[in-house]
């Protein structure tokens, strides 16, 4: 069964997004040409989840968009579809970081890893609805069978917030879907509803983590894989999550109002019997070793208000023990310093960066555009590396740290406002550590702050590190540069 967008429905909605006279061919496209496909045809449980440019985040973008035909059968229980995803291919110019609330962006430049995949693949994907009960999703999380790596985004909410999640379940309402990603047997990655899984789990802890300690209890999951019973129980992480519900009445509360989990009397059987819609997906085909049409899913189906950022993304694609210790170096006074900001970045753009320029130091020679897609094949190689190679990739980086530690804190910058340059410290960090890493030691030479500065002085070097930073030959041309200015 074929089912059919409306014209002027979504596509008006996704061409009315598109900045005045930024693409007009593509904007009138968007508008007249999206009558195929429907809103509910990407199937019944990821309606209203899709929202391809909101990945587009600077008023310079060029958007590609195919006529899109999304067919599903009814009589299929897995409702298996086969779907031609559009991927738009958003190519940011300069630098265009994405501004949250949580974190003061201002303070790099640069970057071009947002991912540009201009290529239309036909997927077939099935996405299983299982209703899985309360007790049954937090014993998942505690096993590891249900993951939230390194917290894909901070937890955010407040206590009032999940008091009311956990009474829509405990009086019976509906509560929205859970998406979930199978990578294996066994394992499944959260795709959306990450604060819901974790108001929930949260509450069965009886415990509710203080808003002061969240980045640090990210720092500790990343290191431990989940929170340790100890962090749990110590109140200077968690405080008792005893319901906060609003009045009725004046002078009447939800008979819910103060308990928490071990005080809900008969009502903890309910709850614990209660059931959550979840969406398994899983991707069957094209079977070659490809995970770019997950990223989208991730980027596609996250409903958490503000898209993931794309190392958001791949830190749950590509968990391992690589990501988790640059993670955990972002927080070092070295890494601090080298960037001139007091805390990582929520986002885990500190994170990216390094992942960058460690990539760039082992696969530099065999870069190929674009770089969001380069940093994606990094990651899922780093999940192979040995305690040993993840232990020598820190200490070499460390090393460099080290270095620059000794350095002014706008060493790394190329304009008069003395941001943070991600493409010159990649290019440097690459520099300065490939002996190091060739012969397999942590001697990292020793560069007067005189020859980064400059490097400032040349204009071909500095609009390599401004403009269209991932193309490859400017990643050529920073590479060459450094090295004869910094070795000479």
Known sequence: MLLEFERGGWGGVLASRLKAGANRQVSDRLHGGLTAASRVGFCAAISRRLAPFDVCRDEQFVCNWEQTG??????????????????????????????????????????????IDASFKDYQITATPNDFNVKTIC???????????????????????????????????????????????????VIDGQQRLMSIYYFFKSRFP???????????????????????????????FNLNLPRGTPGTYSRFHGKNYATLDEYQTSLNLSTIRNVVIKQTAPTEDDDSSVFEIFNRLNTGGVNLAPQEIRASLYASHFMSMLDQLT?????????????????????????????????????????????????????????????????????????????????????????????????????????????????????????????????????ATRFSTGQATNVKLRFEKVRKALLQ
């Open 331 to 463: 927080f070092t006074k070295e890494w601090l310093h080298v960037t001139g900001k007091r805390q990582p970045h929520i986002n885990l753009k500190d994170t990216e960066v390094l992942l960058r320029a460690f990539a760039m130091l082992v696969d530099g020679n065999k870069y190929r555009e674009p770089i969001g897609i380069f940093l994606n094949a990094f990651s899922k190689k780093a999940k192979t590396f040995t305690p040993n190679e993840v232990s020598f990739a820190r200490d070499v980086i460390m090393a460099f740290l080290k270095e620059m530690y000794s350095l002014p804190r706008s060493v790394f910058s190329v304009t008069a406002r003395t941001r943070f340059n991600i493409a010159f410290f990649e290019a440097a960090f690459r520099v300065l550590c490939e002996r190091a890493y060739k012969e397999r030691t942590t001697v990292i030479p020793e560069v007067p702050k005189e020859r980064f500065e400059n490097l400032r002085l040349d204009e071909d070097f500095v609009k």
């Open 210 to 240: 203080r808003k002061e300690k969240r980045l640090e209890l990210r720092q500790i999951f990343a290191k431990e894989g989940n929170i340790p019973e100890l962090i749990f129980a110590d109140d200077a992480y968690f405080s008792k």
């Open 139 to 189: 014993d998942f999380i505690d096993s590891g069978v249900v993951k939230i790596p390194t917290f894909q985004r901070h937890y955010v909410w407040d206590i009032e917030r999940a008091s009311k999640l956990i009474e829509s379940l405990l009086i019976g309402l509906p509560i929205p879907q859970i998406f979930l990603y199978e990578e294996a047997r066994n394992s499944f990655l």
């Open 70 to 115: 999304l067919a599903t059968d009814n009589h299929d229980p897995t409702l298996q579809f086969q779907a031609t995803f559009c991927i738009a291919a958003c190519a940011q110019k300069g630098d265009s970081p994405m501004a949250t609330n949580e974190n003061d962006d201002d303070w790099f430049e640069g970057d071009e890893s947002a991912i």
